[in-house]
């Protein structure tokens, strides 16, 4: 297959103007001939429904929460990057833009990320305009703190919930919408597959979650803001109902999935204390501004943290990253923290976690302070740990927490399947092999506020729309394979819960390819995958039946899928024979434990095609060209 990128020609800095004044335009009173259908209510769901909806065309938006409010977005804790250099520190679009690409590690785009460093700007103001809370300085001018990867400070916050807050603003966006009658809102729908009409996407066959009806609903064009696949770890920061089945279900379609082993760890997470717990809980990043991390010198060294002298503490990142410290990226920092788990220096009960410390802060700033940047985060850190760190230091480990891989995307966002457009976390585009952090709030509203009204405009613009009926051949024989699907996994009556495999393939993933990878375990776990999903499919019990509530059976095709996405996450990982980023493969490092790139073989984006069951997939590659930032080993010391 070819992958057409579509990058506008012209100065980086001019691309996205000249492409918005080259697309073709609908006119304001033929927008509302069109409908469009948005999957997802999360930050780029929302307001791309809501903006799309504000322009007049009729936009019909599913989420599987009970309000959009719910949608994952809402966990998001730091806050969102935009290159207002309103501290006057050497900020600039151009800055944000080598930023990220550079903390991707040259796997990303230069077009598509310039494109986010400059709408970043515009981002602000809009949610400001909202009244989304930002956190102000005295004199009333909007705040800004630091985060890992930049040497400026360029995020924006709400205490420890910016997220929410943002969620909050795209929702009110979106309800207006809803009033306005422009907006038809379908909560506890769960996407099950997309409707292709003569090769296009028109639409796609839902399960109502509380009736279990299946539904064909159908539209000139599909936008999917599904979120991330990295429950495929069980143990991720993810809310639990996130899945990959609404990506996985478009792969299988025919649109391409690029860079799938392209996962993110989060250095900052809750460390994991017992075999029975089902998801893991993130620490903002936010707290390395004033937080020290550290672990004991000795790996013998078993004293609680308050009585380990400061000549005794190793604060590795520090000492390793001297120019980036505790704000190192989150890849970089992660694996330090492994490194130093795996010397046995590891603390708290498990041995497998470090120190965050705030006793320098406190004692510099006063607890008020750290209270007012940090509240929240410490309140929930000690509802779950039973541990005040205000007054011991927390215990911190790596853990999955986004996924910069996705569906391929073109410069307008739109997929290999004609008229399936995907932004948000659920799309590759803008992150390459590692996301530098308060950026993924930044894509979100990039793509939903301000791409995709222009880009599905171009699309609608320029191709001709038949009139469908939910009778029509392909949406009924669509609706037939889903309840295929449904009948199957409700006919095995096995002994095993859709957990207790979703709990071993996790554990597999992360034994194999977690935070490090090699060719001997990426071997053993693509022989350990299938087999464990030939016995899902034939010893999984799924009770109750599909007409009804039935949460089992919606847990059941998710991890269905994800006994798949696995699998070509392993494939992708190894087959990418290098070490970027968040990708490391042990047989691909320096001698200080970094990645180590081949720029010759890998400077591309690995796009896999779907080859139809029990065929290996397709390696496609887009080549990835820098212009505008030259290629070389990133440092941070």
């Known amino acids: 297959m070819e992958l057409k990128a579509k990058i506008p020609d012209g100065p980086i800095e001019k691309k996205w103007e000249k492409h918005r004044f080259d697309m073709k335009l609908v006119n304001p009173a033929n927008k509302r001939k069109y409908s469009v259908i948005v999957v997802g209510s999360g930050l780029a769901g929302a307001s791309g429904a809501a903006s799309m909806a504000e322009l007049g065309y009729n936009v019909k938006c599913f989420c599987y929460q009970d309000s959009p409010r719910r949608a994952h977005s809402i966990a998001a804790q730091g806050g969102i990057n935009a290159a207002k250099n309103y501290q006057n520190d050497g900020d600039s679009v151009y800055r944000l833009f080598y930023d990220t690409v550079k903390g991707g590690d040259f796997r990303s785009r230069e077009a598509n990320v310039h494109r986010l460093a400059e709408l970043s700007v515009n981002i602000i103001d809009q949610c400001v305009a909202q009244g989304v809370p930002f956190a102000r300085e005295y004199g009333g001018l909007l705040a800004n703190r630091s985060f890992g990867g930049a040497q400026v400070s360029r995020t924006f916050y709400a205490r420890g919930q910016t997220g929410q807050q943002l969620l ?104 994991v204390h017992g075999d029975y717990q089902s998801k893991l809980t993130l620490m903002s990043e936010s707290l390395r501004n004033d937080g020290r991390i550290w672990v004991p010198k000795r790996a013998d060294d078993k004293r609680p943290p308050g009585e380990i002298p400061e000549e005794d503490r190793d604060y590795y990142l520090e000492r390793i990253y001297p120019s980036f410290g505790n704000l190192a990226p989150r890849d970089v920092s992660s694996r330090a923290a492994k490194r130093v788990v795996d010397e046995g220096r590891g603390v708290g009960p498990t041995g497998v976690g470090v120190y965050l410390d705030f006793a320098d802060a406190i004692e510099r700033l006063g607890e008020d302070v750290i209270a007012e940047r940090y509240g929240n985060l410490f309140e929930m850190y000690e509802r779950i740990t039973d541990e005040d760190p205000y007054k011991v230091p927390m215990r911190i480990y790596p853990a999955t927490h986004y996924t910069m891989g996705g569906l391929w995307v073109d410069y307008n966002l739109e997929s290999t399947i004609p008229g399936l457009f995907v932004i948000g976390e659920a799309n590759f585009s803008d992150h390459g092999a590692n996301r530098l952090g308060a950026s993924a709030l930044m894509q979100g509203l990039a793509d939903g506020y301000f791409v995709i009204p222009y880009t599905i405009g171009d699309y609608l613009a320029r191709t001709k729309f038949e009139p469908l009926a939910a009778d029509h051949p392909e949406a009924v024989a669509t609706v037939a394979e889903v309840e295929v699907r449904i009948k199957r996994l409700l006919s095995i009556n096995g002994t095993r819960t859709p957990t207790s495999f979703h709990r071993e393939l996790g554990q597999i993933m992360w034994e194999y390819c977690g935070m490090a990878r090699t060719r001997e375990g990426l071997q053993e776990a693509l022989g350990k995958i299938p087999a464990l999903r030939e016995e899902f499919w034939e010893n999984v019990t799924v009770p109750g039946a599909a007409t009804e509530l039935n949460q089992s059976l919606e847990y059941a095709g998710r991890v269905a ?50 080859a139809g069951e029990g065929k290996k997939p397709i390696r496609n590659v887009e080549p990835l060209e820098f212009e505008y930032v030259e290629l070389a080993t990133r440092s941070y010391k």
């Not at 090769?199 to 803001?225: C, K, N, S």
């Not at 089945?245 to 379609?253: E, L, V």
């Open 168 to 271: 909050l603003g795209a929702y009110q966006a979106l309800q207006r919408q809803i009033g306005l009658g422009k907006v038809e809102m379908y909560p506890r729908h769960e996407m099950l597959e997309p409707i292709l009409i003569d090769g296009r996407a028109r639409g796609i066959v839902v399960r109502d979650m509380v009736t279990g009806e299946l539904e064909t609903h159908l539209a000139d064009a599909v936008v999917l803001a599904t979120g991330g696949y990295g429950n495929v770890f069980f143990l991720a920061t993810y809310a639990k109902g996130c899945n990959g089945t609404a990506a996985w279900r478009s792969y299988k379609k025919g649109a391409c999935f690029a860079n799938p082993c392209f996962t993110q760890i989060h250095p900052t997470c809750i460390p």
């Open 561 to 610: 899928d994800f006994l798949e996405i696995g699998e070509l996450m392993c494939l992708d990982a190894l087959e990418r024979e290098e070490s970027c980023g968040a990708h490391l493969r042990e047989e691909y490092q320096t001698e200080d434990g970094e990645a180590l790139r081949d720029d010759e073989n890998y400077a591309h984006v690995a796009a896999w095609e779907y």
